[in-house]
């Protein structure tokens, strides 16, 4: 039986605050959007806008949203920022007939495309950039950023705001519902900052071989560079989690995550199968969200 596993991660005395400051900073920063008709993205199921928002920094931030044809509220998907530089209105591969019966908000934080003036990320790079100072590590601004997108998608009157889904390919959607009320259900996969140093001692895959080239280069700042990324383990996060949640990932490897967390979660293991994968998580959606009909792309059925 494989022994449970807990991150060697310590919580930092001023975990609170450092959160409650970025949050303070997000709520005093104007969001000042705005929304300009995209035709090129457009298709016959939804309408889509690129639209233009601001974080802390202040920083302009972008994203696509697509709202169905139709009378709403309309079930809400949020596709929280990815580590690339592309953001994409749907993701790629899935079927765009969803669009027709969610409304999908995909952000780009910043250093993404569109959103990458006067930052410019690097991929990879951006997951060490400001490493050295919790108070300007650039993933501090980023999930702000993905705050701020939860926030924009409120202010929709098309979204169903008992009908929220915030999804990503990392912890963002915990982070974002942790810190900031609206969204109903979590899709996440904790891999980048679940026990940062133990997993990137496992793995040359980027991001987190970006930490082990960083300590590679400077070894001495090894308790630095654990203090900084300590601040986003989803593990302390847990505790404000309350909304039924996918986790992507083992359960003897995220058992003391699961544990802490007061909302239920359900566990669910990759078969390494972008369609096995991608049935069970649209069926979980689906499910969750109470609509009969799950849309599959075409070379899923």
């Known amino acids: 039986m494989p022994v449970p596993y807990r991150p060697t991660t310590t919580r930092p005395e001023d975990f609170d605050a450092y959160w409650n400051c970025t949050m303070k900073a997000l709520d005093a920063t104007p969001m000042a959007p705005e929304e300009e008709l995209m035709p090129i993205r457009s298709t016959a199921y939804s309408t889509t806008y690129g639209v233009r928002f601001t974080s802390v920094g ?15 509220p309309f079930p809400t998907l949020v596709y929280l920022t990815r580590l690339q530089s592309v953001v994409e209105p749907l993701p790629q591969g899935d079927a765009v007939e969803k669009l027709g019966q969610f409304l999908v908000f995909a952000m780009a934080a910043r250093g993404q495309r569109n959103a990458d003036r006067p930052y410019a990320a690097s991929f990879p790079g951006l997951f060490m950039d400001g490493i050295e100072d919790p108070a300007g590590y650039v993933m501090r601004g980023i999930v702000a950023d993905c705050c701020r997108a939860v926030d924009y998608v409120l202010t929709r009157p098309e979204a169903d705001h008992r009908r929220m889904v915030g999804i990503g390919q990392n912890e963002m959607p915990l982070l974002a519902a942790a810190l900031r009320g609206g969204l109903t259900h979590l899709v996440a996969s904790p891999s980048f900052y679940y026990g940062t140093l133990d997993r990137a001692a496992g793995t040359e895959s980027y991001p987190l071989e970006e930490v082990n080239e960083y300590l590679r280069q400077f070894p001495d700042r090894r308790a630095m560079v654990a203090r900084t990324v300590s601040y986003f383990d989803p593990l302390f996060f847990a505790p404000r989690i309350t909304v039924p949640t ?56």
């Open 58 to 72: 202040p920083y302009r931030l972008f994203g696509y949203l697509s709202i169905p044809h139709g009378e709403g």
């Open 246 to 301: 996918l986790l992507w990932g083992s359960r003897p490897v995220l058992g003391a995550m699961v544990e802490s967390m007061p909302g239920r979660a359900e566990v669910r293991a990759s078969e390494h199968s972008r369609y096995r994968d991608g049935v069970f998580q649209e069926r979980w959606v689906a499910r969750q969200l109470g609509l009969k009909d799950v849309i599959l792309p075409a070379h899923w059925r």
